[in-house]
């Protein structure tokens, strides 16, 4: 799980279904759904599908973008909390941990 307290993160599905989970809702979305994850607000997303799916992720205001740039380049091992801190954002691992174990999930 993540919260950004500077930024409103949007995601729009553009190819198969993706797994939310914010603010203790849990919800599914497909081709043409917008979900609004709010500043401030705990979330993660995943895709539970044995088929791929591709989002357009719209953050506002602009400037976290970086912050997944280099994490997008770095080794699994990669401690993000150093790299995230800046933006105003925190991660809680443990939180995601049920998800991950639920839905059987792998990064990478």
């Known amino acids: 799980m993540q919260q950004h307290t500077k930024e409103d993160e949007f995601s729009f599905v553009l190819e ?3 797994w ?15 979900v609004f994850k709010p500043r401030g ?3 993660t997303f995943f895709n539970a599908a044995d088929e791929s799916a591709r989002l357009l992720e719209p953050i ?3 400037g976290l ?7 997008d380049s770095a080794p699994d091992d990669f401690d993000l909390g150093p790299v995230i801190a ?14 991950i174990d639920k839905y059987g999930l792998t990064f990478g």
Not at 20 to 34: H, I, P, Q
């Open 16 to 18: 198969g279904r993706v």
């Open 20 to 34: 939310f989970v914010a603010d203790g809702e849990k919800l599914v979305a497909e081709v043409g759904d917008l």
């Open 41 to 43: 607000e705990w979330h």
């Open 60 to 62: 506002s205001p602009g």
């Open 65 to 71: 973008e970086e912050g997944f740039r280099i994490i």
């Open 86 to 99: 800046p933006y105003g954002c925190e991660k809680d691992f443990e939180a995601t941990v049920p998800i």
